[in-house]
């Protein structure tokens, strides 16, 4: 009897702390996916219309907020935000929200730097981390050197996870994974704006 209850209690031990380690193992998989060239596999740990839904509100702030008639009458923005607003930034993240633009993110690429690099490599889709690669190497005025980065990843809570990617300039990008079960999978973004455009 003793030794079923050590031997359950080392069960329990073990799955609480191979639950609790399952958001690094993930880390681990997208490090080796990412070094092996494997976008589909880096693509399965990414809920994309997630992703959209956070950064809708983000983008129509930064480009809707600020109201450039302080009087009576309201701006062209707000005009646009109010009528056309939801259907742009919808159109805007359906082609920004790709596997290419969210590598450069997480390389620590600024959204207007990500934006372009995918424009720039656009055509170059049959190979998207190499593609992505070369031309951070040959574009030393937009790479981020590794001093200007620091990496921080750690639990939110038991169901969030959150990878950290600051600037010393002072921008910070959160990528927060969600738990489901075992599985983990990125649905926010949060790309510091805010910081961005006040900097």
């Not at 983000?58 to 935000?81: E, I, T």
């Amino acid at each position: 009897m003793k030794k079923l209850i050590v031997t359950l209690s080392v069960v329990v031990v073990l799955f609480i702390v191979a639950w609790l380690a399952s958001p690094y193992w993930m880390l681990y998989q997208l490090k080796q996916a990412y070094e092996n060239n494997q976008p589909e596999r880096i693509s399965a740990y990414i809920d994309y219309e997630a992703v959209k839904e956070s950064l809708k509100p983000q983008m129509n702030a930064q480009w809707f907020a600020a109201d450039l008639n302080q009087g009576q009458h309201p701006s062209w923005k707000h005009l646009v935000a109010q009528y056309l607003g939801e259907p742009i930034t919808d159109a805007v993240l359906d082609r920004v929200v790709t596997l290419k633009t969210l590598i450069l993110l997480l390389q620590g690429k600024q959204l207007a730097q990500s934006l372009s690099i995918h424009h720039k490599t656009e055509d170059n889709s049959s190979n998207i981390i190499e593609a992505n690669m070369s031309h951070t190497a040959s574009d030393p005025v937009s790479t981020a050197s590794s001093s200007e980065l620091q990496y921080h990843a750690g639990y939110r809570d038991l169901n969030h996870f959150v990878i950290h990617v600051v600037h010393l300039q002072g921008a910070d990008t959160q990528f927060i994974f969600t738990r489901d079960g075992w599985h983990w999978k990125m649905t926010d973004i949060d790309l510091d704006l805010g910081t961005q455009q006040a900097s």
